[in-house]
Nanobody, 121 residues
């Protein structure tokens, strides 16, 4: 069964750093064919796209408010994605979700259960 599991969330002061990790299972043969994305959802707000990394060239894209602070990566050997977050702001608080969208298989859109990030002084 294909699963995504996020980890690394927690409480951090403004200006601090956290590294989120997304572990995958059941997709060893096709991990490189997934677009990996990180979303977040603050209390009372809609889920928003934070960062994405494409299938082969590892080109990345970021939301405007995290550019220069967050970095998304993928490890093809370990079949994981990470979101390195630095210079954290209170506005970064929310539940962060890992998402994998297959580049060619219709409807293959996988989600983790989320990990909570709280930025507070």
């Amino acid at each position: 069964q294909v699963q995504l599991v996020e980890s690394g969330g927690g409480l951090m002061q403004p200006g601090g750093s956290l590294r989120l990790s997304c572990a995958t299972s059941g997709m060893s043969a096709s991990f490189s064919n997934y677009i990996m994305r990180w979303f977040r959802q603050a209390p009372g707000r809609e889920r928003e796209l934070v960062a994405s990394i494409i299938t082969t060239a590892d080109t990345t894209d970021y939301a405007d408010d995290v550019k220069g602070r967050f970095i998304i990566t993928r490890d093809r050997a370990r079949k994981t994605s990470a979101l390195q977050m630095t210079s954290l702001k209170v506005e970064d608080t929310g539940t962060y979700y890992c998402n994998a969208v297959h580049s060619t298989i219709p409807g293959l859109d996988l989600w983790g259960k989320g990990t909570l990030v709280t930025v507070s002084s």
